[in-house]
């Protein structure tokens, strides 16, 4: 029998947490809701959690703060809310390691449709990288783990990634010195069409390149092609 996917809400409006409870019970889910970051991290200790939905606006600690935390320890996917529709907000999120945006108001059927997205997206693999064939891939200096989501730097210094930055890493290892534009990564990783306006392709890479010691201004690792895309400029060396 199959075990219900666990999501957690974290919203201090308990109008909202009522709703989307009672919502996506009833579209097969289980569901945990709290009102803020201590009740989180209470709910993350206790037991499995698939994916988070996130409020920006939180007494305490705030959404961005809570995601940047979470990002230090654990790769779980999160969902961030937000009151308002501004790009800024949007893209601080991403940077803080949020895997989608929705802005409210919004509807529980559209919440529910990411959030299947989103845990469809974790759990998928390129073709051809089965997990118990490969698990270490070698580039440049460093190393990707494959079952626990994480970089080995020479060093031997573990990087967790989160979810969006493993896929678009993936991504980039499987299709080395090739050039893969924006339309290219957004359909790849997030499995829809490009938003001529959305750039968030764009701060999913600068994340990545910060995890790799990239320097933004003179990349040697993931290269930018004016008016093309994005290359990963390294030579894969095999895996194991």
């Given amino acids: 029998m199959d075990v219900p996917d666990h999501i957690l809400i974290v919203d201090d409006d308990a109008e909202i947490r009522s709703l989307l409870c009672q919502y996506l019970v009833k579209n097969g889910l289980r569901v945990t809701a709290v009102a ?12 499995k959690i698939d994916l988070i939905v996130l409020d920006l606006m939180l007494p305490g600690d705030d959404g961005l703060t809570l995601c940047r935390k979470l990002r230090v320890k654990s790769d779980t996917p999160v969902i961030m809310l937000t009151a308002r529709d501004e790009e800024t907000d949007r ?6 390691g949020a895997d989608d945006y929705l802005a409210k108001p919004f509807s529980a059927r559209e919440l529910l449709a990411r959030i299947k997205a989103i845990l469809r997206r974790s759990r998928s693999l390129p073709e051809n990288l089965q997990p118990e064939v490969i698990r270490y891939i070698p580039f440049a200096e460093w190393i990707l783990d494959t079952t626990q989501r994480r970089l080995i730097s020479e060093a ?85």
């Fill in 36 to 47: 803020e970051g201590r009740a989180m991290w209470q709910a993350l200790d206790a037991g």
């Fill in 91 to 96: 893209i601080v999120g991403l940077e803080m």
């Fill in 156 to 240: 031997g210094i573990d990087t967790p990634l989160s979810g969006a930055e493993y896929r678009l890493l993936r991504i980039f290892l499987c299709h080395p010195n090739r050039v893969l534009n924006r339309d290219q990564l957004v359909d790849l990783t997030q499995g829809k069409e490009a938003d001529p306006l959305d750039r968030s392709i764009d701060v999913q890479v600068s994340r990545l390149r910060h995890r790799l010691g990239d320097d933004p201004r003179d990349p040697r690792l993931i290269k930018t092609v004016r008016g093309e895309g994005y290359v990963l400029a390294v030579t894969v060396t095999g895996a194991s």
